[in-house]
């Protein structure tokens, strides 16, 4: 575990951000089709995918 920490301080703060979008599209992923919230949550999904990807790019 120790290994996979990355010596450079940005890099930690990259990882910490890329983590918590992943963990926010696994939520937005849960949101039942039909719902009242499931467009908002397809929206959101969109926009956390979309910057998930530009952030893994750089």
Do not use: C, F
């Not at 450079?8 to 719902?35: C, F, M, P, Y």
């Amino acid at each position: 575990m120790l290994a996979s920490i990355p010596a450079d301080a940005h890099d930690v703060g990259r990882n910490w951000v890329l983590s918590q979008l992943q963990s926010i599209i696994n939520q937005l992923e849960k949101v039942q089709n039909g719902t009242t919230a499931y467009l908002k949550a397809q929206e959101l999904l969109l926009s956390a995918n979309n910057k998930l990807r530009q952030l893994q790019i750089k």
